[in-house]
């Protein structure tokens, strides 16, 4: 049996699929079950990483498990999965973690880091997933286009390589059902660098018009950021 944590999330969803697609026991957690909409086989389990009991319960049987980052649950999740008997853990990390530093560069980073170190040091199988920038992310600017016709950035020179959630999912198969990976920590990109105003433009190709890009400044930004924050 194979736990998938975060089943419900981009990489989640595709990686309950793939694994059912090659006939594997899958388990997937979420605190939502009558919302998951998973594919028909998936043994759908309700509870969150924050819940010791759904935790323990959900890790009976497991042999390897997918955890997906929440803040403050890895010692309590890695405490059952060893009672449980898991042999293996695959982590979604981040791309944004670097190796050999005394502090990461910001609170995501280290957030993931600060799992890395718990998974490591508990003596079960591991390997990580250092995706570095998700396709999806590009959904962030659906509202503007919708709205204007156009999308404002503070940085749209800035680049990356956006990778495809299902791209990350079928790595994910890989570790959790061979030893290929073990012990690794895998960078994850996609196939092409490029700037946030080049994938604005290849989203204008598809729709068949073009998207302007407008430079924000980046303290406008951060109000515009800090505004929506607030209404939360």
Known sequence: MILVTG???????????????????VRALTRHP??????????VVAG????????????????AAFLFAVPGSAQGFLAA?????????????SGAVVDGVERQADL??????????????????WTFLRPSIF?????????????????????PGSTGAPIDEADIAAVAVQALTTDRWVGQKLMLTGPESLSQADQIAILGEVLGRPIPVVALDPAVAVQVFDDLLARE
């Open 108 to 125: 995501i980073a280290e957030m993931h880091a600060e799992i890395e170190r718990a998974i490591e040091a508990s003596g079960l199988e």
């Open 135 to 155: 396709a999806a992310n590009a959904l962030q600017w659906a509202w503007s286009i919708r709205a204007s016709g156009s999308v404002s950035l503070p940085f």
């Open 81 to 93: 999965a060893r009672e449980a008997g898991v042999r293996r853990i695959v982590f979604l990390s």
């Open 48 to 63: 969150d990483l924050m819940d010791p009991a759904a935790v323990r319960s959900a890790l009976e049987g497991v042999g």
């Open 34 to 43: 009558e919302k998951a909409q998973l594919p028909a086989g998936a043994e």
């Open 7 to 25: 089943a419900t999330g981009n990489v989640g969803r595709h990686l309950v699929a793939q694994l059912l697609e090659q006939g594997l026991a």
